[in-house]
């Protein structure tokens, strides 16, 4: 299954910050954006998969970024990955 939730990208003093508006306490760094971006799709990843793991899991609604209110220097980025439910589904 994919998920994807879009993130707010932001330059900073030492590279670039991740965060997402629908994921509470879900941020990334990273030194280059790409890097960033990256460690963003990690800790979704994670995010997700403890979210699942929960006995009455609760995926938030995905907000429209077209109406995320953004700052100077940020921008919106969707990121997606990949849930396996059942091992070796797709394999």
Same mark, same amino acid.
């Given at each position: 299954?994919?998920? @994807? &939730?879009?993130?707010?990208?932001?330059?900073?003093? %030492? *590279? &670039? %910050? @991740?965060?997402?508006? $629908?994921?509470?306490?879900?941020?990334?760094? *990273?030194?280059?954006?790409?890097?960033?971006?990256?460690?963003?799709? $990690?800790?979704? &990843?994670?995010?997700?998969?403890?979210?699942? +793991?929960?006995?009455?899991?609760?995926?938030?609604?995905?907000? $429209?970024?077209?109406?995320? @209110?953004? +700052?100077?220097?940020?921008? @919106?980025?969707?990121?997606?990955?990949?849930?396996?439910?059942?091992? *070796? &589904?797709?394999?």
């Amino acid at each position: 299954m994919k998920f @994807v &939730y879009p993130a707010i990208l932001s330059k900073t003093e %030492h *590279g &670039y %910050h @991740v965060t997402f508006p $629908d994921l509470t306490g879900c941020e990334a760094d *990273g030194e280059t954006e790409f890097d960033a971006l990256r460690a963003a799709q $990690d800790a979704m &990843y994670n995010w997700i998969e403890l979210e699942l +793991s929960e006995e009455e899991p609760e995926l938030p609604v995905i907000s $429209d970024p077209a109406e995320i @209110v953004l +700052s100077e220097n940020e921008e @919106v980025r969707n990121i997606m990955i990949t849930w396996r439910f059942h091992t *070796g &589904y797709d394999e």
